[in-house]
């Protein structure tokens, strides 16, 4: 079952909601059990996070490396059965102080009523 654009918001409100949180148990409320998350930061890093361990692991390490983080230009679209969301995203690195700005893109697929999967792919502005 593909969930209709308005689910498809609500989907993604707790999903934030659960991940800017850290909370796995309402993460997985909303994903399927397989849910794979492949992220690329548009530098160098290239990773396939898959179960909560994996998912848990990278929130700490973006936590350890980076001192902020924050989102602007949110913007999703929903188009046949994939959204997609665009954003910028501000970003200062812990330990040198260096300021990044990157353009983004991810892309969502679904399952069961779920999101099934997440594509992340960030380019250096």
């Known amino acids: ?38 992220f690329h930061d548009g530098l160098a890093v290239t990773k396939s996070l898959q179960g909560p361990d994996a998912i848990v692991a990278h929130l700490d390490e973006q936590k350890a490396l980076l001192s902020a983080q924050h989102f602007h230009d949110v913007a999703f679209h929903h188009a046949g059965d994939t959204s997609f969301m665009t954003f910028r995203v501000s970003e200062t690195v812990r330990e040198t102080g260096e300021q990044r700005e990157q353009l983004g893109i991810e892309r969502y697929s679904f399952g069961d009523g779920r999101l099934g999967a997440k594509d992340v792919y960030r380019k250096p502005l």
């Open 1 to 38: 079952m593909i969930p209709s654009p308005t689910e498809r918001d609500e989907l993604f409100k707790r999903f934030a909601r659960a991940l800017f949180r850290g909370d796995m148990d309402a993460l997985y409320q909303v994903v399927t059990p397989g849910f794979l998350w492949s």
